[in-house]
């Protein structure tokens, strides 16, 4: 693991022991919906057993175990964070059907193949995500399905234009000086916000549709998110493809959701060459 990753990770550890529920539209099955529509639906959680990579306090688990699954196996390396998870599985309707992991995207191991492989808003963070595409892949059972949302290049270029040398220095900002800066990001988001109101302009429909309808708290969360950890990447349409493809993954799909992030979805062959 690179020295990116290991700050990335401590990273993650801090904010989300600072950032530990999980309320309202932040948390829903109608933004799960959102996330994963049109190339899944909440109904094909239904008895599915699944695999959720990044799993920080349990978020997508709880959106998983209320679409249905079986069971999910929760990943998640960050230590603290990881407690955090499991005391909220704890209070969650369906916490028995939950096993929490506290490995690596590339070093976790299960005893049986699982249907579905999910990772939202995770993969970006990792400076090589090669080895955790490929144990997703060997997880799964023949005719599986992988299911990652990324952060995407195309359509966020004037805000890439802000905001990455924005984190040359936030990213090394001690919490108290970072939510500042989110506080003024916050109201001048608001106010860009209110002004798309009266022009066209870029994420608009990100702005109205996902991150709006979330609390205060929790707007001012997604901002933190994206000038806190060390490593953030960006996917282009192609390299998101090529995640997949180099893993071995077949019919490859991929959505442009609310024009700034990709929703990517592939299927392990029914039977692969090589295999017993």
């Known amino acids: 693991m690179s020295s990116l990753d290991e700050r990335t990770i401590q990273d993650f550890d801090n904010q989300w022991s600072r950032y530990d529920d999980n309320e ?11 996330i994963i529509s049109p190339l899944m639906s909440t109904d094909d959680l239904k008895g599915k057993r699944v695999v959720d990579i990044g799993s920080g306090t349990g978020r997508i688990v ?31 309707a369906r916490g028995r059907d939950v096993t929490p992991l506290n490995k690596r995207g590339d070093e976790w191991s299960i005893e049986a193949p699982v249907d579905l492989v999910i990772s939202i808003g995770v993969i970006e963070f990792i400076s090589d995500p090669g080895p955790t595409v490929k144990r997703c892949f060997d997880a799964l059972k023949p005719g599986g399905e992988i299911f990652f949302w990324l952060c995407s290049h195309e359509g966020n270029e004037l805000y890439l234009a802000l905001v990455q040398p924005l984190r040359k220095f936030t990213t090394f900002l001690p919490h108290f000086l970072l939510v500042s800066v989110v506080q003024i990001l916050y109201w001048a988001l ?14 608009m429909r990100y702005l109205d549709k996902v991150w709006w309808p979330m609390s205060a708290r929790k707007r001012r969360l997604v901002i933190y998110d994206q000038l806190n950890p060390t490593y953030l990447k960006y996917y282009k349409k192609h390299e998101a493809i090529a995640l997949l493809e180099a893993a071995g993954f077949q019919d490859i799909e991929i959505h442009h959701r609310h024009g700034y992030s990709w929703s990517v979805k592939g299927r392990k062959a029914h039977s692969v060459l090589g295999s017993n």
């Not at 249905?68 to 704890?90: D, I, Q």
């Not at 860009?192 to 009266?198: A, E, N, S």
């Open 62 to 92: 709880g959106m998983l175990l209320e679409s249905g699954a079986a069971h999910v196996y929760a990943v998640e390396p960050a230590a603290r964070a990881f407690e955090k998870l499991k005391s909220n599985v704890k209070s969650m």
């Open 24 to 34: 309202g539209w932040y948390g829903s099955l109608a933004l799960f919906s959102d």
């Open 190 to 203: 608001c106010a860009y916000r209110m002004l798309g109101k009266l022009i066209p302009l870029p994420l």
